[in-house]
C-alpha cells in the first residue's frame, strides 16, 4: 500500500544520507502499471501506460518542477549513463533525461514512442501494437492502437480516449501505421540480435508467455495476426 510505499522509499534516502553518499546521487521513482482494471494495464489506454516519474539530487534536482515532455521507462538507461559519464549501448531507443531533470531548458521535439502486447493472446484476443506521438510544434498528441478495431485518440482534446477518430483521420491513421509497422521491425531485429547473445530458447519462451516480449509482429496488412477477437469486445 501506500504507507508501506513511503515509509520504504523513506528508509532509501535516509541510508543515502547517512551514508554520506546524497550529493553525488540521482534518485529515481517510477513503478510498474499496477492492477489489470478495465483500461488499465495490458491495455494501451493511458492508465495502462502511464507511469509515474520522479527524480531527487541533493543540490541539483530539490523538487518542485514538472514537466510535459513525453517520456519513457526506455529513458532511464541512457539517463543512468548519461550521469555516469558513460555512453548509451547501441542501439538505444531512450534519450538521456539528464538536461530536463536539471531544470535546464529542453528541446522536445517530435517524438515517437511504440509498445506491445501479446497478453491478450491468452484470452484469444488480438495482440495490441501502439504508437504515440507527440507534436511538439503544434502541441498535438495522438495515440493508435492496431487490433482488429483499431483506435486513433487526440489525446490533447480528448484526455480520457472516448473518441476514436480512426474514420475520421485516415491519413493520420495510415501514417502511424507505417511508422508504427517501421518501428516494430526494427525492435524485433534488434531483439533478436539480443536474444542470440544473451538468452536460450526456453528463457525466451517463457518471457514471450508472461507478456514482456513479442514475437509476432504485425501482418501484412497491419492487422494483428491470426486472432478473431478484439480485447475490447470481452
Not at 523513506?10 to 547517512?18: D, H, K, P
Amino acid at each position: 500500500n501506500i504507507l508501506e510505499m513511503d515509509e520504504a522509499v523513506g528508509r532509501v534516502l535516509n541510508a543515502i544520507r547517512e551514508t554520506g553518499m546524497d550529493e553525488r546521487t540521482l534518485v529515481i521513482f517510477t513503478t510498474d502499471h499496477g492492477c489489470p482494471f478495465p483500461r488499465a494495464k495490458s491495455t494501451f489506454y493511458d492508465p495502462g501506460i502511464r507511469i509515474p516519474f520522479a527524480a531527487h539530487w541533493k543540490g541539483k534536482v530539490e523538487g518542485g518542477l514538472t514537466h510535459d515532455a513525453m517520456l519513457s521507462n526506455l529513458d532511464f538507461t541512457p539517463t543512468i549513463l548519461g550521469y555516469l559519464g558513460a555512453d548509451p549501448p547501441d542501439p538505444s531507443h531512450g534519450r538521456d533525461l539528464t538536461p530536463l531533470i536539471l531544470g535546464e531548458k529542453a528541446k522536445h521535439g517530435d517524438r515517437f514512442l511504440s509498445c506491445e502486447t501479446v497478453e491478450p493472446t491468452g484470452l484469444q484476443c488480438a495482440p495490441l501494437f501502439g504508437i504515440l506521438h507527440a507534436e511538439h510544434k503544434e502541441g498535438r498528441e495522438w495515440k493508435f492502437i492496431e487490433t482488429l478495431k483499431p483506435e486513433l485518440y487526440d489525446l490533447i482534446a480528448d484526455p480520457d480516449e472516448t473518441t476514436n477518430l480512426v474514420d475520421v483521420e485516415p491519413s493520420r491513421v495510415a501514417r502511424l501505421r507505417e511508422e508504427l509497422a517501421d518501428r516494430t521491425e526494427a525492435m524485433s531485429r534488434d531483439q533478436a540480435g539480443a536474444n542470440e547473445l544473451a538468452m536460450d530458447a526456453e528463457t525466451i519462451a517463457r518471457l514471450q508467455s508472461l507478456g514482456y516480449m513479442g514475437g509476432g509482429g504485425l501482418s501484412d496488412d497491419g492487422v494483428a495476426t491470426r486472432y478473431r477477437h478484439d480485447a475490447k469486445d470481452l
